[in-house]
């Protein structure tokens, strides 16, 4: 007698046409696999940064830790602690370095990102006429660059938070000696450790699908791309220090300047007797005094951001550059639904 046996009914995984629940929609599957190379190499290198600056910070903690058994010091200490003393400051001069390299690599970030959205991934297929494909196949012109931006948004914020994450880590936790690390306010480094980092690579994805909608040239929309990135990168950290209240410390003419440690300074001068700023520039001349008593200089201010004020700093040009990203992105989608009526 023969037993028949039924195969067992396909899994909802195994069903053809279904996708399971943690299965990218169709189109963005598209992007990636029509941009897997070059996604693929920005996932590389933000792992690659990632990989080298926690190697990087445990090597100097290593050499931080050695020179401590040491028993040596850095000032006053014994001649045969030399190698030991410099092989220390190497290791930390070295590691303040490439922490200045990532910050810088995080600057020029947003106007990478904005020359691969306005070429490759929009300017070309508008370019060639590709997207025409997409459009026939029940995908809207608005879907089509939507499933684009958030494939590109997902990527880049994943991997410019853990770069800054990182980067902070080790410029916070790591051993420092005479003041050599950069201050938080440098530009470098207050761009590569805050949420600003994120920010401003968004905004170049934003300005780049701007550019090559407008545009429809790969390489008009790259370099348009690249000058409007380039140019907010700039221009910003110019208004940056006016973009919170600044505190205000006065002093006597020749006394002390007590202003707080590590704070970013915004304006000194001189005070008169009756209220009025003057720049101290005025009086640099040989006779200081005769300048003073005819300028009736009574004392000296100055007008600073301390360090309690990066998180305030941070939080209101983010907001600002994230506010310019969605103008980019809106008027990237009207624009778009113009020329596709």
């Not at 200045?100 to 904005?114: K, N, S, W």
């Not at 980067?167 to 790591?174: E, L």
């Not at 550059?321 to 103008?327: F, R, S, T, Y």
């Amino acid at each position: 007698m023969t037993t028949v046996t039924s195969a067992p009914a396909p899994t909802p995984a195994e069903t053809p046409g279904r996708r399971t629940a943690l299965s990218l929609p169709g189109p963005c599957r598209a992007v990636l696999r029509q941009h897997r190379t070059a996604l693929w190499i920005t996932v590389a290198l933000f792992a690659l940064a990632a990989a080298a600056l926690i190697a990087d910070r445990l090597w100097v903690s290593h050499a931080a830790d050695v020179f401590a058994a040491s028993d040596c010091s850095i000032r006053h200490t014994a001649r045969e602690c030399g190698a030991s003393v410099r092989g220390y400051l190497d290791a930390e001069q070295q590691f303040d370095r490439n922490l200045d390299y990532l910050g810088m690599g995080l600057l020029a970030l947003p106007c990478l990102i904005g020359a691969f959205v306005a070429g490759p991934l929009i300017g070309r297929e508008l370019e060639t006429g590709t997207y025409k494909l997409g459009w026939t196949q029940s995908v809207s012109p608005a879907r089509w660059l939507a499933d684009r931006l958030l494939v590109c948004t997902a990527l880049v914020t994943v991997g410019t938070t853990l770069v800054v994450a990182l980067q902070r880590w080790a410029w916070t936790t790591g051993p420092e000696h005479a003041d050599t690390r950069a201050p938080w306010y440098e530009r470098a480094m207050y761009g590569s450790v805050g949420p600003v980092a994120p920010a401003y690579a968004l905004l170049g994805l934003a300005v780049g699908a701007l550019a090559g909608i407008l545009l429809r040239r790969t390489l008009p929309a790259i370099g348009a791309a690249v000058a409007l990135t380039a140019t907010a990168v700039v221009t910003m950290p110019q208004l940056r220090p006016h973009l919170w209240p600044t505190e205000t410390g006065r002093w006597a003419v020749n006394g002390p300047i007590t202003a707080p440690r590590h704070a970013q300074e915004v304006e000194w001068g001189l005070l008169t007797s009756d209220g009025r700023r003057i720049p101290e520039s005025r009086c640099w001349v040989e006779d200081t005094e005769q300048c003073f008593a005819d300028h009736h200089v009574t004392g000296r201010y100055g007008e600073f951001h301390p360090p309690s004020h990066f998180w305030p700093l941070q939080l209101v040009e983010t907001a600002l550059v994230l506010a310019l990203a969605a103008v980019a992105v809106w008027l990237a989608f009207r624009l778009l639904r113009r020329r596709a009526a």
